[in-house]
């Protein structure tokens, strides 16, 4: 009986533990990416939770707009083309 209770006392413990553990390595992860995956990779190795394959799977499939944007790079489609360009680009209506 004390051992069925320690045991479910520590797979608790462990449970929040590894939910606490993978909230940092999502808040982290934009400003650290590297901490925050090894913390996401802590997180799982706790416990099997939601929070920690939540945190493994935003650090695997990182969105979009954690990408790092190079100073002074304009998208293509953000920018006007010059006649030359959308002209070779096979825009007859162009130049």
Same mark, same amino acid.
């Given at each position: 009986?004390?051992?069925?209770? &320690? *045991?479910?006392? $520590? /797979?608790?413990?462990?449970? =929040?533990?590894?939910?606490?553990?993978?909230?940092?390595?999502?808040? +982290? %992860?934009?400003?650290?990416?590297?901490?925050? &995956? *090894?913390?996401? $990779? /802590?997180?799982?190795?706790? =416990?099997?939770?939601?929070?920690?394959?939540?945190?493994?799977?935003? +650090? %695997?499939?990182?969105?979009?707009?954690?990408?790092? *944007?190079?100073?002074?790079?304009?998208?293509?489609?953000?920018?006007?083309?010059?006649?030359?360009?959308?002209?070779?680009?096979?825009?007859?209506?162009?130049?």
């Amino acid at each position: 009986m004390a051992f069925d209770q &320690r *045991r479910t006392v $520590i /797979a608790q413990r462990d449970r =929040a533990a590894s939910a606490q553990v993978a909230g940092t390595a999502r808040s +982290v %992860r934009s400003t650290d990416p590297r901490l925050g &995956r *090894r913390l996401a $990779i /802590a997180a799982a190795g706790l =416990a099997d939770t939601p929070e920690s394959w939540s945190a493994l799977e935003a +650090v %695997r499939y990182p969105w979009a707009t954690d990408a790092v *944007r190079l100073p002074g790079f304009v998208p293509a489609f953000r920018r006007e083309l010059v006649p030359d360009e959308a002209q070779s680009l096979g825009n007859p209506s162009a130049g």
